[in-house]
């Protein structure tokens, strides 16, 4: 099916081990985003991407790492994980200014 | 900087009116609304972009200031479904979109 999907959508991890969050969307929108949701709040942008290979700095980049050396895939890696980190993480492609959401990767670090 | 929205939350009865405000401190290309549902990614309504264009939802309009870089988001005659968060994105770059804190929603029959 079409459209933008994360894995995985729940994963318990421990302080300090790596954890790698995927987004994969079949559109071939060249814009691709990170967002971060804490409960209660609103959403916080981590790292965007505007083309494979071409990535930028969000809001609240610290302790994440992104690559995107294929259009379709914009894999999030935390590289030491932290319990400030548990969160809500949302993958979204874009088209005409339009944000694509994905259903969302619930981490909770223990 | 992040927009701030308001109010925070409002109750209203199914039929009623509802605004939302949005207001950031920064000059505005767009500003971009989103519903989102408890458990549920946000959801795309509504774009109101700088020169007075807008593009989105048919049952939800809104209106952008930029000379006050402030939006506002009207919900008439609710309806069950419009209950959710509803969330200001604004467009200071170019390229991408900061969230405000939202507004929750809830429709009661």
């Known amino acids: 099916d079409a459209g933008i999907t994360q894995s995985p959508r729940y994963k318990i991890t421990e302080t300090g081990r790596q954890v790698t969050l995927m987004c994969h969307q079949t559109?071939?929108?060249?814009?691709m985003f990170w967002y971060r949701q804490d409960l209660g709040h609103g959403l916080r942008l981590i790292y965007y991407s505007a083309a494979a290979d071409i990535t930028d700095k969000g809001e609240v980049p610290d302790g994440y790492v992104v690559s995107r050396s294929k259009t379709e895939n914009f894999p999030l890696t935390l590289e030491s994980a932290t319990r400030s980190q548990t969160s809500v993480y949302f993958c979204?492609?874009?088209?005409?200014?339009?944000?694509?959401f994905g259903e969302g990767s619930r981490l909770t670090v223990l | 900087q992040q927009p701030v929205q308001s109010p925070q939350a409002v109750i209203l009865r199914e039929g009623e009116d509802a605004v939302i405000n949005c207001s950031s401190s920064?000059?505005?290309?767009?500003v971009h609304w989103y519903r989102q549902k408890h458990g549920e990614a946000p959801v795309f309504l509504m774009i109101l972009l700088k020169g007075g264009e807008q593009k989105g939802h048919e049952k939800i309009s809104a209106s952008f200031n930029e000379k006050k870089q402030q939006s506002s988001l009207y919900l008439t005659a609710s309806q069950l479904s419009y209950s959710g968060t509803y969330f200001c994105?604004?467009?200071?770059?170019?390229?991408?979109?900061?969230f405000g804190e939202g507004t929750q929603l809830t429709v009661n029959p």
């Open positions: 920064k000059a505005l290309y767009s």
């Open positions: 994105g604004t467009d200071a770059s170019g390229s991408r979109l900061t």
């Open positions: 559109w071939s929108h060249s814009y």
């Open positions: 979204a492609s874009s088209i005409a200014g339009e944000l694509f």
